[in-house]
C-alpha cells in the first residue's frame, strides 16, 4: 500500500463511513493515520472531557460535522447537579478561531448558552445543521440568532431540551431569503409561537422534508402547513384538537389524503381522540409512530390507530396501551423493529399496566425486534426464558420494573435465570439495563455470554463485588458501565485498574466505593479523571474511610478539567 | 440492606472459592427475600428534592408522602424510575394543568333575575354538589332516586345542558361522566320537569 498515492488511499478511505471503522484504519500505520485523519469529515466525541477542542481541530482541519456528549447519562434522572459542566462554549470559540469550516453540530447533554448559539452562527458561515438533544441553558433568544445568522441553514432540530421561552419570535428571524429548511423541529418549546411566520417559513421552503410542532401550534395551522407542504415525511403535530363537525376539520382530512410521503408521525400532544380518524388514510405508511406524548390517546382509541399501522418499525407508546393494547401491536405490526413502552404514571407510584404478558406477546407476534425499552409493573423469569428464544436479535434490551428489586412475582425469585437467557440468546447484545431482584449469578451470566456488550445499567443489584468483577472481567467489549445503589466498593473498584482505560466511562452511586479507594485508582491511573461529586458537602478531605456517594471517571488526554465547580473533586 | 451484612460474611467465606459455575448449578444458599430489601441508601428521607425535578403543588406533595407512609417499598427514590427529567416535567404539568384549572359552569334558576357561576372541580360528588346549589338559591330540591328523579314533591329539579345540547336530570350518570359532559345547570321548576324522570 506504500505505492499508493495518498489520493487513491483516500477515495479507499472515502467508502469507510463508521466512525469505529475510521479510528481503526488510523491506527494501521502513521501513512495511514495522517491520509485518514485530513480526510475526516465527521467526527464523534463521546465524551466532551475526553479531549480538548485544540487537540480534536489540530487532528481534523477536514472537520464539517461534530458530534459532542457532555454529562454523563444518569445526569438524565437528575442525578448529577446543575452545573456540574459539560459546557459547548469553548468548543465554539475553538472552532470560531480556527480555519474550520463546520457544518453540523449535534450536542447532547451539553450545556448550551444563547451566547454560544450566537457565537457559532456569526462565526461559522456554512453552517448547515444543528441538532441538539436533552441540552439545557440557552433560550429563543439563542435561537433567534441561529435563524437570523445560518445563511444557509438546512437543520434545526431541538430534542427534549429544556428552554427558556422569550418568545415566539424566533421564527420571524429567519430572512425571507431562507429557503433552505429542510428539517425543523421545535416540538419542546413551550411557548406560544408566531403562527403567520410559521406559515410563511412553510410556504417557502420547497425541500422541507421534517417538521414537529409544538403545543402552541393549533390543528387550524396544521392543516395551513400540510396544505403547502405535502412532500412531508415526518410530521410530528402540536396541538390536535378541534370539533370534528367544523370546516376545518374537514379541510384537514382532505389535506391529508395529499400527504402521501408521511412516514413518520409524533405530536399529539394536546388531542382530541374524535379527530384522529383524519390521519386514519397515512397510517398505512408508517414505519414510525411516537405517541409516547400523548396522554390523551387511550384505550379503544389507540388500538384502533395501531390497528392500521401495518408497516411500523418503529413504536413508542405509554403503557396505558396495556397488555391487551400490545397484543394487538404484535397481531398488527409484522416489521416492528424497535419498541419503547413508557411509563404513564412517572412518579412511580402508581401501577404501571403492561406487565410481562404484554412482552411476550410481541415477542411471538415481531421476530425482527431489535430495541427495546419496557417499563413495567412485573416479570417473570419465564417471560423473559420466551423472550429471549422468540427474538434472538436483540441488540439494545432495557428492562424497568418500576419497583426496585421487585422478584419474579409467581416464584417469589431473583431475575437471574431470565436476564441470563436474554444475554445468552442474544449475541449481538450491546445495550443491556437490568432491574428487579437481581444477585451476583446474573452477572456472572453477562460476564460469560455478553461478549458483545458495550453498556449496561445496574440499580439495586447483587449481593457483592463478585458481581462487578464478573462483568469488567467477562464483557471483553464495554465502554459503559453505569451503576447506582449497589453493594460495590473498592475491591471490586481496584481488582483490574487497567480496565477503564479501554472503557469510555464508569459511573458509581450510592455504592460502597470509599474515599481512599477512589484516590488509590486515580493515583495508578493517571490517564482516568476520577471525579467525585460532594453535592451537600458531606465528605470531609482527610478520612480515607468514609464512602463516596457519587463517582464519575472516564479516561481522557488532557487531565483534570479546568471547569469543575467547587462540588466536584478531581482526584 | 439485608445484603449488606450478609455480604460481609460473604465475603470472608467465598473470598478464595473459585466457582464459575455453569448456570443451572445452584450457589449455596442465599434467600430470595421476598420481602423487599430496605437499603436504607437507596430510599433516603423523602425531602423535596426527591419529589421529582420541580417543585410540585402541595396537594400532590401531600399525596406523595401519604403514599410514603402507606407503603414505604414504593417510596419515591431519587432518579427512580429512571425517566428523563423532560419527559417527567411534560407530564407533571399535565396534571398541575388539570389540578390547576376550574370548571366554571353557568347556573340557572327558573325565576331569578340572574344567573350564578359555579367551579365543578370544588365538589366531589353530587351529594356536595346539589348542597351547594340549594344553599346558593335558598331552596329545597329533595332526595334522589333513580326511577323517580327528585320526589318528596320539591318545587325545583336540578338539570343540565350535555355535551349533545340535550337537557338531562342531575344525577343519573356517574360523578366524572357529569363533569366532562355538563356544559351548564339548569334548576327547573317542578311542573316542568314533569318527564324528566320523575315517574307517573
Known amino acids: ?571 | 440492606m439485608e445484603g449488606c451484612m450478609a455480604f460481609d460474611k460473604e465475603l470472608n467465606l467465598e473470598a478464595t472459592e473459585l466457582r464459575l459455575g455453569l448456570p443451572g448449578i445452584k450457589e449455596s444458599e442465599k434467600q430470595p427475600s421476598s420481602t423487599i430489601k430496605s437499603n436504607k441508601r437507596a430510599f433516603p428521607n423523602m425531602d423535596e428534592k426527591s419529589c421529582g425535578s420541580k417543585d410540585s403543588s402541595k396537594a400532590s406533595h401531600a399525596q406523595k408522602c401519604n403514599q410514603e407512609i402507606a407503603s414505604p417499598s414504593k417510596a419515591q427514590v431519587v432518579g427512580w424510575p429512571p425517566v428523563r427529567s423532560y419527559r417527567k416535567n411534560c407530564f407533571q404539568a399535565k396534571t398541575m394543568e388539570a389540578e390547576a384549572a376550574g370548571v366554571y359552569l353557568k347556573v340557572s334558576m327558573d325565576g331569578a333575575p340572574y344567573l350564578r357561576k359555579i367551579d365543578l372541580k370544588i365538589y366531589k360528588g353530587y351529594p356536595e354538589l346539589l348542597k351547594a346549589l340549594e344553599d346558593m338559591f335558598k331552596f329545597s330540591m329533595g332526595e334522589y332516586s333513580e326511577s323517580e328523579g327528585y320526589n318528596n314533591g320539591s318545587e325545583f329539579v336540578p338539570t343540565y345542558e350535555d355535551k349533545d345540547g340535550d337537557w338531562m336530570l342531575v344525577g343519573d350518570v356517574p360523578w366524572d361522566m357529569f363533569i366532562s359532559s355538563c356544559k351548564r345547570l339548569r334548576i327547573m321548576k317542578g311542573s316542568e320537569a314533569r318527564g324528566l324522570g320523575c315517574a307517573v
Open chain 1, 1 to 571: 500500500m506504500n505505492y499508493f498515492p495518498d489520493e487513491v488511499l483516500e477515495h479507499v478511505f472515502d467508502f469507510v463511513a463508521s466512525h469505529r471503522d475510521r479510528n481503526a484504519v488510523s491506527l494501521v500505520c502513521r501513512l495511514w493515520h495522517r491520509v485518514e485523519r485530513l480526510s475526516r469529515q465527521r467526527v464523534f466525541v463521546g465524551n466532551c472531557y475526553a479531549l480538548s477542542p485544540e487537540i480534536l481541530i489540530a487532528r481534523f482541519p477536514g472537520l464539517k460535522s461534530l458530534t459532542l456528549k457532555g454529562k454523563p447519562h444518569f445526569a438524565d434522572f437528575n442525578l448529577v447537579p446543575h452545573d456540574w459542566g459539560g459546557y459547548v462554549q469553548p468548543w465554539i470559540e475553538a472552532l470560531s478561531n480556527s480555519r474550520i469550516g463546520l457544518e453540523e453540530l449535534r450536542l447532547k447533554r451539553m450545556v448550551v448558552s444563547d451566547e454560544s448559539l450566537e457565537l457559532l452562527s456569526r462565526s461559522l458561515a456554512n453552517f448547515k445543521s444543528l441538532v441538539l438533544v436533552s441540552c439545557e441553558g440557552f433560550t429563543t433568544v439563542g435561537l433567534a440568532a441561529i435563524a437570523a445568522n445560518c445563511r444557509f441553514l438546512r437543520e434545526l432540530d431541538l430534542q427534549e431540551n429544556e428552554i427558556d421561552d422569550h418568545s415566539g419570535h424566533w421564527l420571524s428571524c429567519f430572512p425571507d431569503s431562507c429557503t433552505s429548511l429542510i428539517s425543523l423541529n421545535f416540538a419542546c418549546l413551550k411557548g406560544e409561537i408566531n403562527l403567520a411566520a410559521l406559515e410563511r417559513l412553510v410556504a417557502r421552503s420547497p425541500n422541507l422534508r421534517s417538521l414537529r410542532l409544538n403545543r402552541a401550534v393549533p390543528l387550524e395551522t396544521l392543516q395551513n402547513i400540510l396544505m403547502r407542504a405535502p412532500q412531508l415525511v415526518d410530521l410530528g403535530t402540536g396541538s390536535y384538537i378541534h370539533d370534528p363537525d367544523s370546516e376545518t376539520y374537514n379541510k384537514l382530512k382532505h389535506t391529508i389524503l395529499k400527504c402521501k410521503s408521511i412516514r413518520n408521525l409524533s405530536g399529539f400532544l394536546e388531542v382530541a381522540p374524535r379527530c384522529l380518524p383524519a390521519i386514519y388514510p397515512i397510517c398505512l405508511n408508517l414505519t414510525s409512530l411516537n405517541l409516547s406524548y400523548a396522554a390523551g390517546i387511550h384505550g379503544s382509541e389507540l388500538v384502533k390507530l395501531i390497528r392500521r399501522c401495518a408497516k411500523l418499525q418503529r413504536l413508542w407508546i405509554l403503557d396505558c396501551i396495556g397488555d391487551k393494547g400490545l397484543e394487538v401491536v404484535a397481531s398488527t405490526c409484522k416489521e416492528l423493529q424497535e419498541l419503547r413502552v413508557f411509563p404513564s404514571d412517572v412518579l412511580g407510584v402508581g401501577h404501571a399496566a403492561v406487565t410481562e404478558n404484554g412482552l411476550v406477546a410481541i415477542s411471538a407476534g415481531c421476530p425482527k425486534l431489535h430495541s427495546l425499552l419496557y417499563f413495567c409493573q412485573q416479570m417473570t423469569n419465564a417471560a423473559l426464558i420466551v423472550v429471549a428464544k422468540n427474538c434472538p436479535n436483540f441488540i439494545r434490551f432495557r428492562l424497568c420494573i418500576l419497583e426496585p428489586t421487585k422478584p419474579d412475582p409467581v416464584t417469589m425469585q431473583p431475575l437471574d435465570d431470565g436476564f441470563g437467557a436474554i444475554v445468552q440468546s442474544c449475541k449481538h447484545l450491546r445495550r443491556l439495563s437490568l432491574s428487579g431482584l437481581l444477585t451476583d449469578r446474573v452477572f456472572l451470566y453477562i460476564g460469560m455470554y455478553a461478549e458483545q456488550l458495550e453498556m449496561l445499567s445496574v440499580a439495586f443489584a447483587g449481593d457483592s463485588d463478585k458481581g462487578m468483577l464478573y462483568v469488567l472481567n467477562g464483557c471483553k467489549k464495554l465502554r459503559k458501565l453505569e451503576i447506582r445503589d449497589c453493594p460495590y466498593g473498592d475491591k471490586a473498584l481496584l481488582t483490574d485498574v487497567g480496565k477503564y482505560e479501554t472503557m469510555r466511562s464508569l459511573w458509581m452511586s450510592s455504592c460502597e466505593v470509599t474515599l481512599g479507594g477512589c484516590k488509590t485508582l486515580a493515583k495508578e491511573m493517571p490517564r482516568l479523571n476520577v471525579e467525585i461529586i460532594n453535592e451537600h458537602d458531606q465528605m470531609e478531605i482527610g478520612s480515607e474511610e468514609q464512602r463516596v456517594e457519587k463517582m464519575y471517571l472516564y479516561r481522557t488526554l488532557v487531565g483534570p478539567r479546568k471547569d469543575a465547580p467547587e462540588f466536584v473533586w478531581t482526584l
